[in-house]
């Protein structure tokens, strides 16, 4: 077996389309049975820091297991922004390598490299593939002592193509900024009927949809309402709802009531980024 760090996220743009971010969770693949004719080829994306160890790690385990994998490199870097390919060729790589990547951490860069251009690498790339869906899995690993114990096993879907990180943001005059969170139905029902789908194939009981409708009634409310129509399309999934905030005290105090979470973009970045701690750290989950 080999056993690969990355987070899976999930693209619309052709059926079984998946990037793999090496980045946020463990994937388990099993060495193939028989000979493959020709080697199949993936596309790796090491980014910055920590990234490019993760993903030659894999590089490594991949080779040393036999199994009949090439890799294309495709360097994208916002701390070496001048080094870095683009995201045409990113993506022209993928499509040419099985609609497969192994991609590592890409550090977003508070400095505007290119004038008027707010949309970092990560954001870019998810707009160009459509990867409207990231699956994070909490999971407690043996061996790994953490505050809860053994019992933490839920996944948190978030919805990462609108929202608040869509860059959205102008200087109306000096000194005030306006940043646009953008909501609609559209997107709201492809995630949260990804949501159901992945709780259904997987064999989970329930999905929690995380929100601040009360407070954001007219956005939030239209996320919320749409997972509640989807809901009575699953009557065999149970569905509940609960304000962001309540959330993450939640998950602090009794993560274990939790099985599938799914929100939008910027609550999701922050959950997960929470949910990690509860298992030790980032770098070391899941899937």
Known sequence: MIRMLSRMVVSSARAGNQLLAAQRSVVTAAAPTQAIAQNLKVTIIPGDGVG?????TVQDIVKNTGIPLDFEEVFLSEVHYTRSSSIENAV??????????LKGA?????????EGELTGLNMR?????DLFANVVHIKSLEGIKTRHGKNLDFVIVREQTEGEYSSLEHELVPGVIECLKISTRVKCERIAKFAFDYATKYGRKK?????????????DGLFLKTCGEIA???PKIEFDQMIIDNT????VAKPEQFDVMVMPNLYGNIIDNLAAGLVYFLLLFYL
Request: proline share 2%; hydrophobic share 45%; aromatic share 4%.
């Open 52 to 56: 490019p160890e993760l993903i030659y």
């Open 92 to 101: 022209s790589s993928i499509a040419r390598n099985n609609n497969v990547a």
């Open 106 to 114: 890409i550090q977003e860069s508070a400095v505007l490299h290119t």
């Open 125 to 129: 790339l998810r707009r160009a593939l």
């Open 207 to 219: 999905v929690t949809a995380v929100h601040k409708a009360n407070i954001m009634k007219l956005g």
């Open 232 to 234: 009575t399309q699953y």
């Open 248 to 251: 993450c005290m939640q998950l």
